[in-house]
């Protein structure tokens, strides 16, 4: 069941993107620079910022912004008076070469933690898995040219086994292996205990709700908190 929900939250996203769903593209657009622009304001003292880009699922599709999980890691980083400032970058749709394309735009401001949620939509669509994995190690290398101290979690994900089981165990292994070429912390799947589970999922089975948002938090948080406290 958890297959089969990643694999229908992979199609819409493709879905968004062909049928050339501007108009939505366009709001999480604004919602991404109202955001940044807010932080660029707020960052003027001693806040660090970490900055979430990936797809729908840290956009927040279908949930108010601040009900998205990387909202919600504000709240909680807030709530223990730890100095840093979430900037959410996602967008539905987004595929890695996308990602990589709108990149340079995302790292104009300061980034002391980068968390990298990409990958999935090409799976779905059958892209070589070198391309993607050269795309993500792009994606990385650039945030380290940027500043070789900005640190990286990187998000995985999985896909359902309909491209053949060589192609989805390729995929899965693609996370850990660029995680441990790169030393970079790694969350093997980003949707573990929300995936396949209807009362933490939308009405289209698809996307997680505000339940499922904090499920997801929690999944990052594990992995996120000790970054920040190290600081």
Not at 35 to 54: A, P, W
Not at 206 to 219: R, V
Request: negative net charge.
């Amino acid at each position: 069941m958890r297959i089969l929900l990643i694999f229908c939250y992979i199609l819409l996203n493709i879905l968004l993107v062909s049928c050339g769903d501007k108009n939505k593209e366009n709001e999480e657009s604004q919602k991404i620079e109202t955001v940044s622009s807010q932080s660029e304001n707020k960052n003027e003292g001693d806040r660090k910022v970490v900055l979430f880009f990936g797809t729908s699922l840290t956009a927040g599709l279908g949930v108010d912004l601040e009900e998205a999980y990387p909202a919600l890691i504000q709240e909680k980083m807030d709530s223990l008076q730890l100095p840093y400032e979430v900037i959410n970058a996602g967008l539905s749709g987004e595929t890695t070469a996308s990602g990589k394309s709108r990149l340079d735009w995302v790292l104009k401001q300061q980034v002391d933690i980068f968390v990298l949620e990409l990958g999935a939509n090409d799976g779905l669509r059958g892209v070589n898995l070198t391309e993607t994995k050269n795309n993500l190690q792009s994606i990385i290398d650039s945030v380290k040219n940027k500043n070789s101290k900005t640190k990286i979690v990187l998000l995985g994900m999985e896909i359902p086994p309909n491209m053949g089981p060589d192609y989805t165990t390729e995929f899965r292994n693609l996370f850990p292996e660029l995680a441990a070429k790169n030393e970079l912390v790694l969350l093997p799947f980003l949707l573990e205990n929300v995936g396949g589970i209807p009362e933490l999922n939308q009405q289209d089975g698809i996307h997680p709700t505000a339940e499922g948002q904090k499920i997801m938090a929690q999944n990052v948080w594990q992995v996120l908190e000790p970054l920040l406290i190290e600081d």
